[in-house]
């Protein structure tokens, strides 16, 4: 089976966890390499290709999954780009702050013009399908939750992940919710997302109507939904 090569950039808590939890579910054709983005950088970077010479970036890589906490890590990304000769980036937002929507317009444009698939996903757990083959390999196990829930005399029996977000609290939720009544599940599953805890903002983005956190609860919760909704009492 052909190895499927993913790189990722860190810069705090937030893509450590992740990546944490990714190398610990990742199958086993997948290699995994993270690289640390400096917490410190200037506002406006005038080279960022100097900066980017720091990482020795000299292999071919599938997918780039950027998991910056700045503006100024996201204006390294064109030029890791360039460096990594990667086809496609997952470059996920769950605080408005750290990637402003102007500036993603004008990082999209740059790797579309390279004709790299890029996606964006606001929250990261929103992540689905896109048509773009890298993109889609992570996003089968890695995404917006997909669950295949049992249940016995309407209580849930056994939750199996089928695809999980990214932080891992997909995992958390299906060993906790075993045991609960299928009407109470959606509730449940809320408050279990938000006590993981959820890495998303709490603060209000007009771009999403909502807080990211919410935003994230809901499609856990929709997940549940729609899980209860495809199965049959034993």
Aim: aromatic fraction near 8%; charge should be neutral; include cysteine.
């Amino acid at each position: 089976m052909r190895t499927f090569r993913v790189l990722f950039f860190t810069q705090g808590f937030y893509g450590d966890r992740i990546v944490e939890n990714i190398k610990r579910l990742a199958p086993e054709n997948w290699e995994i390499l993270s690289l640390q983005i400096p917490k410190e950088l200037p506002q406006i970077i005038e080279k960022p290709e100097e900066i980017v010479k720091g990482f020795k970036l000299s292999r071919v890589w599938d997918l780039i999954v950027f998991l910056g906490e700045s503006p100024s890590a996201f204006m390294l990304l064109p030029s890791i780009v360039k460096e990594t000769s990667a086809s496609s980036v997952i470059a996920p937002v769950d605080d408005y702050s750290w990637l402003p929507l102007g500036l993603e317009r004008q990082i999209r444009g740059e790797l579309q013009s390279l004709g790299i698939g890029i996606a964006f996903p606001r929250p990261f757990c929103s992540l689905t399908s896109t048509g773009i083959g890298a993109i889609d390999k992570f996003a089968e196990l890695f995404g917006a939750p997909k669950l295949e829930i049992v249940l016995s005399q309407n209580i849930i029996k056994s939750v199996k992940v089928v695809r999980g977000a990214p932080c891992g609290s997909t995992w958390y939720v299906a060993e906790k919710l075993p045991g609960n009544k299928a009407e109470s599940a959606e509730h449940r599953v809320a408050i279990l997302v938000q006590t993981y805890p959820c890495l998303a903002s709490r603060r209000f983005e007009r771009i999403l109507s909502d807080a990211p956190i919410h935003v994230s609860a809901r499609i856990i919760s929709k997940s549940i939904s729609d899980a209860i909704k495809n199965i049959d009492d034993e």
